[in-house]
């Protein structure tokens, strides 16, 4: 179930102890870096990945020409502890393999970023922090855990705080996979995925992901899809059952619901004080239909950023308006990118 | 798995050729009336019962001083095909029974309806036809497929021809529930229903059946459940888990899957032709949040009756805005269903 590329840099975190208590012992930082650091270290983006996504699907964001152009920054995709490339349920040795690998938390994430960032590189600045859904949710945590650090941050599609409605809407989709009895509780064999399961999870997450609009205009009809079912087998079934393994989803997923800058040390669950300490320039960039990260509530959480502003990717794509999948929705996301590097 | 209250009638349908072909031989429809046919037999109403209703579930909306007053109308609820009291996959002998139970169709549905309104009633005239959700989708068959016969219509929270989003949000529904082996194609026995499916379910469901902003809001807690996780047990596992006949869920669910008033003999598909023929006066009432019947939809299928209005349900509640859960929506339907009686 592996046979991913292996273009990319693995640092080696040695014995990390995470928020919630447990060692993860040698674990692994998988990255991929783009462009040259400057000499005097100032042109460093860190741009991390989302639920499932590795470094290869954040690259349709980076090219010449474009904000993120490698011609003048450093850019840096860290890819999450248990997307399958850094340390995961999928490759870490006993005792903290498969089912039992340790809760991760955002925080978690970016202290093993900001190690990779500052050993690795002595970087003490950062140009900008971006990344859609759980990459903004690193974006926001970045600006939180390290304010004299993060200059301007964009998170696209994402929350600093996980809302309830989105908790639940991840509820659906565990409990999609995990009744499928093949899930055995995490302990499935490596030839006996809970395949169902992982079918369901994509017709689950189908209505989620784009909004009613998209589905109204048969969009997918642009995107090569011949009809609604082949849109949900070929792409949203074959999306999970591409080396998605199940436990590396559920640890993501973990992460995911229990976003919240305010649990970040110092700040006792006090979401909108952690706001309230971010210096950093911050664009909150949510799409107009995205079922699950509403552009209200990022209203809410940049209305608590000293430097804060809200501007709303248009159209229909609802979430996966930030997943580079229509050339509109980049071009905007790449503008708003170029006005935030440009002040 | 049965316990139901026996308060209704049965009216027996005997053999009856469905619009896909099957014979339901013996069939039954269960019903309720409330209040008294007038002499002249002008004050029917026609109010049916939505996925997985059953009749007492419509009951909210019924009461002296309502504009569903038994004082002045004869308020008949007819339960759908497939809901567990008229003929359904749970009580049908075989061999047309459980997994093999056939597909129904909205017209299908009202056919039944009006052979009991006319056959047993002697009713000519239809004051209103009122539905929430499938229910909606039956008020609108009605409309069409008697458009001489029905004086008012009143779909809340529904639509004439289910939109591609809401098929893939029932697909979601769908593969969670079968998911479960215990589901077994739907030959599972009596004593061994695929709980972990249905309450999969229920987890599924929840994030669609409200809105973003009735969980942000956390308006469960006025509700009386106590956490997020109680109310996602307490009301969603526990619905789905009420003898809710899994193979009646997924009756019901190809018949909303299906739904398209295009779809009556003699409109051969065309759904906008469909609306141009009806002659009752409608007002469609979707609710401002619904996350799967949205009030776009309903203004473009207005926007095709001749006396078609559209009003919209204000709030959070989103679908549920038509459950009958709180009473500022309920006085709100109730207020709209007055101004249509009086016209």
Same mark, same amino acid.
């Given at each position: ?13 040695g ?5 919630? $208590?447990?060692t993860l *012992?040698?674990?692994k930082?998988?990255? +991929?870096?783009?462009?040259?650091l400057?000499?005097?270290r100032t042109?460093a983006i860190?741009?991390p990945t989302w639920? #499932?996504?590795r ?7 980076i090219?010449?020409g474009?904000a993120?152009?490698?011609g ?13 490339? %850094? #340390? ?6 006993p005792?903290?393999?498969? &089912? ?7 925080y978690?994430? !970016?202290? =093993?970023?900001?190690?990779?960032v500052?050993? *690795?590189?002595?970087i003490?600045t ?7 859904s759980?990459?903004?949710?690193q ?5 939180v855990?390290?304010p ?5 941050a964009?998170?696209f599609?994402?929350?600093s705080?996980? %809302?309830e409605?989105n908790?639940?809407?991840? @509820?659906g989709?565990k409990? &999609? ?9 995490g302990w499935?064999?490596?030839d006996?995925w809970?395949?169902t399961?992982?079918r369901?999870? $994509?017709?689950v997450?189908a $209505? ?6 998209f ?6 009809r642009?995107?090569?899809? #011949? ?6 087998v ?5 999306f ?12 993501m997923?973990?992460t995911? =619901? ?8 110092g700040f /006792?669950?006090d979401?909108v +004080? &952690?706001?309230?300490s971010?210096?950093?320039k !911050? ?5 107009? +239909? ?6 209200? /509530? @990022?209203?809410?959480?940049v #209305?608590h !950023?000293?430097?804060g502003?809200?501007?709303v990717i248009?159209?229909?794509? $609802?979430h ?7 050339p509109?929705d980049t071009?905007?996301i /790449?503008?708003?990118? +170029?006005?935030?590097?440009?002040s």
């Amino acid at each position: 179930m592996d046979g991913f590329p292996q273009d990319f840099e693995i640092f080696e975190l040695g014995d990390v102890t995470l928020q919630h $208590g447990a060692t993860l *012992r040698g674990a692994k930082l998988a990255y +991929k870096t783009y462009g040259e650091l400057n000499a005097d270290r100032t042109n460093a983006i860190v741009y991390p990945t989302w639920y #499932s996504g590795r470094h290869w699907d954040n690259e349709w964001l980076i090219g010449e020409g474009m904000a993120l152009d490698p011609g003048k920054y450093f850019i840096i995709v860290p890819n999450m502890l248990g997307n399958g490339l %850094s #340390s995961s349920p999928s490759n870490t040795p006993p005792p903290y393999d498969r &089912a039992r690998f340790p809760k991760v938390t955002f925080y978690d994430q !970016v202290e =093993q970023q900001h190690r990779l960032v500052t050993e *690795r590189f002595g970087i003490e600045t950062l140009a900008l922090v971006t990344g859609w859904s759980m990459g903004a949710g690193q974006t926001w945590q970045w600006a939180v855990s390290h304010p004299e650090m993060v200059q301007r941050a964009c998170p696209f599609c994402g929350s600093s705080k996980t %809302s309830e409605h989105n908790i639940v809407f991840l @509820e659906g989709v565990k409990a &999609a996979l995990t009744a499928d009895a093949a899930f055995r509780g995490g302990w499935y064999d490596d030839d006996a995925w809970p395949t169902t399961g992982l079918r369901a999870v $994509g017709r689950v997450y189908a $209505g989620w992901g784009l909004s009613q609009a998209f589905y109204w205009n048969q969009v997918y009809r642009e995107m090569g899809y #011949s009809s609604l079912e082949d849109f949900l087998v070929g792409l949203w079934e074959g999306f999970f059952l591409d080396r998605r393994d199940p436990n590396n989803l559920l640890t993501m997923l973990w992460t995911w =619901q229990n976003g919240n800058i305010g649990n970040t040390p110092g700040f /006792d669950g006090d979401h909108v +004080k &952690a706001l309230r300490s971010i210096k950093a320039k !911050v664009i909150a960039l949510p799409a107009e +239909k995205d079922l699950y990260f509403p552009p209200e /509530d @990022e209203e809410y959480a940049v #209305s608590h !950023v000293a430097d804060g502003e809200l501007r709303v990717i248009p159209g229909v794509w $609802g979430h996966f308006a930030g997943g580079g999948a229509n050339p509109t929705d980049t071009a905007y996301i /790449d503008g708003v990118l +170029k006005d935030l590097l440009a002040s």
